[in-house]
């Protein structure tokens, strides 16, 4: 290896270079791996501040898929330590198998532990093809019971929602609308009401928006939710207001524009903006508008 590598002649030609030239006149069995989890390699990251009193990393990686696989570890970690947490964190915790058993059927094989004894024409691999089959089988069933417990859990907080047409319905419009500039805390979770104009598949519905709103009209069930009316105060709860980051306001008309000023910003064109006042609103409700926007 070193003669390959780190010879003057050779000139550190990389990881697959090397192993080109390797190959070209030397060969050891296993020497690069042909499926998964047939060959792994084990490292130890030391020396690194201590977080609940882990100073390494066990470092696992499947040398034929790159995958790696990072277990905290202490700074003192022997051998039955390092293959107890081995065992404990390679090994899938929904299957309880390694992914080389899955994989495989079997575990890696040491020397020792290959069967020697054969009788009939092939009962060794009838037994192993038996083995396999039902460690494939027990695989699948616990895989399908982690499933059923993680949509248990997840569908603990799904709700059935089925919105009528006509019904007056808020929808989620921050999640499509860009907002340059401005911090989130400032910007309304749901806009509306809009009425429900009638649905598009199983879960999703189609909204009357105002014509100037330009965003698709159609919305998963997940981003709407139903808008309750205040029969003593029909308008409480209407926004009166445009979403935050359209440009220009639906519901609001220009009364005024008072002054104009320009925006300059370093690498940017000067941009100008007016100072407009609004039809039917108070002069604190005056707007700096962009030129485009008017």
Known sequence: MKEWHYSKWAGYPGMHRTLALLEE????????PKRPWESLSMDFIIGLPKSESFGSILVVVDRFSKYATFISVTNECPAEEAARLFLRHVRSGATNQSPFEIVTGQQPLTP???VTHCTGPNPAAYRFAKYWQGKNDLARACLHKANKCS???AGKKRRDVQFQVGASVLAKLHLILRYTGLHMGLVRRYEGPFKVVKRVGKVAYKLELPAKLKVYPAFHISMLKPFYEDKE???RGKFERAPMGVKVSYDREVKNIEVDRVIRQKYHRPRHEYLVRWKGLPDSEASWEPAEAL
Do not use: E, L
């Open 151 to 153: 949509k248990k859990w």
């Open 25 to 32: 006149r030397y060969y050891w069995p296993h020497m690069v």
């Open 112 to 114: 020792n532990a290959v």
């Open 233 to 235: 105060d029909p308008n």
